[in-house]
């Protein structure tokens, strides 16, 4: 099993540009999650979803969207980036909410 | 409220134990994790308490929880340079489905 996989690992967006962070589980996992990690913060939910089809907020879901067609994939998208979304992302699956959760690398993200 | 708080350094020298504390506000929290950051990965899970038990060991690491009061610590023994990393401890609540974590303990260990 590749795990979580997250692309890209690295990105510089200019303030106003778009683009789609990309995550993957290939452990048939119906929960999975963005975080985003700042200094000193922790890591703080942006989104979720407990399945194919199914999304919610989390607790910083302003200037993101998600969806969840299938199973295995959960993108992140920022709709017009802003330099306060300069911030390492991490997308996270587990079996069911509450159970252990798998975390993908993370993706640098810097907003200039 | 619904913090978790850590300290935010330790520095161990090698062979030493370890001990990284982190307390909680809710008293409905089910399970206590702790994962572990290395730098430039993402985390991983070292190890969970559910909230009814008092004490869990796993080879090197020994977990205690006081539910009393809102405390829950981790001891690595014979801290390794390896252990070099980010620990966050994290608070589940089934009520709620709701994950927090702790901003993160930078353990720093010395040769």
């Known amino acids: 099993n590749a795990g979580v996989t997250q692309t890209p690992k690295f990105q510089v967006l200019k303030t106003g540009q778009s683009m789609t962070l990309q995550c993957a589980q290939d452990?048939?996992?119906?929960?999975m999650s963005w975080y985003r990690q700042d200094p000193g913060m922790g890591l703080r939910l942006i989104h979720y979803?407990?399945?194919?089809?199914?999304?919610d907020q989390g607790e910083v879901p302003n200037g993101y969207n998600v969806s969840r067609s299938t199973t295995e994939d959960f993108p992140l998208r920022l709709l017009s980036a802003a330099p306060s979304q300069t911030s390492v992302y991490f997308c996270?699956?587990?079996?069911?909410?509450?159970?252990?959760?798998?975390f993908g690398p993370g993706t640098r993200l810097t907003v200039t | 409220g619904e913090d978790v708080e850590q300290s935010l350094f330790l520095s161990v020298r090698e062979g030493d134990s370890s001990v990284i504390n982190c307390t909680y506000t809710?008293?409905?929290?089910?399970?206590l994790y702790w994962y572990k950051q290395e730098p430039g990965a993402g985390l991983q899970l070292l190890t969970y308490?559910?909230?009814?038990?008092d004490m869990k060991q796993d080879q090197r690491l020994t977990v205690l929880l006081n539910k009393k009061d809102k405390h829950l610590s981790l001891r690595i023994a014979d801290t390794q340079t390896g252990d070099s990393a980010i620990y966050f401890c994290v608070e589940y609540r089934a009520a709620g489905n709701k994950l927090t974590f702790g901003g993160g303990t930078r353990v720093l260990v010395k040769p």
């Open positions: 809710d008293s409905s929290s089910t399970y």
């Open positions: 308490i559910f909230s009814n038990m």
């Open positions: 979803s407990v399945g194919a089809g199914i999304t």
């Open positions: 452990m048939n996992h119906e929960y």
């Open positions: 996270a699956s587990s079996y069911q909410e509450g159970y252990e959760q798998y």
